[in-house]
């Protein structure tokens, strides 16, 4: 069975860092693109990052570009979200996605992420 567990998220002061990890399980890794994407109540689930299955090509949302960094592991089956320089608009519960052309997408359950002084 499918599985998606991310890990990582709690409370940082604004300029703190922290780091995502998303471990998966039930599906052949390697040949999914995975993601980030992030949510905040009454609005709409957005990208933070992507990197795709092989070659490791990542993009970022320009919200983040420049103080993010996605990177996957293809042989311990993770992806992962470093986020440094964080702002108070950083807050929001933190998903990680698994998808490719044919198949539906996987999502985890998420995980928060709360920047506040």
């Known amino acids: 069975q499918v599985q998606l567990v991310e890990s990582g998220g709690g409370l940082v002061q604004p300029g703190g860092s922290l780091k995502l990890s998303c471990a998966a399980s039930?599906?052949?890794?390697?040949?999914?693109?995975m993601s980030w994407h992030r949510q905040t109540p009454g609005k709409e689930r957005e990208l933070v990052a992507s990197?795709?299955?092989?070659?490791?090509?990542?993009n970022y949302a320009d919200s983040v570009k420049g103080r993010f960094t996605i990177s996957r592991e293809n042989a311990k089956n993770t992806v992962y979200l470093e986020m440094n320089r964080l702002k108070p608009d950083d807050t929001a519960v933190y998903y990680c996605?698994?998808?490719?052309?044919?198949?539906?997408?996987?999502w985890g359950q998420g995980t928060q992420v709360t920047v506040s002084s």
């Open positions: 996605r698994a998808f490719r052309l044919g198949s539906p997408a996987y």
């Open positions: 039930g599906f052949t890794f390697n040949n999914y693109i």
């Open positions: 990197i795709s299955s092989i070659s490791g090509i990542t």
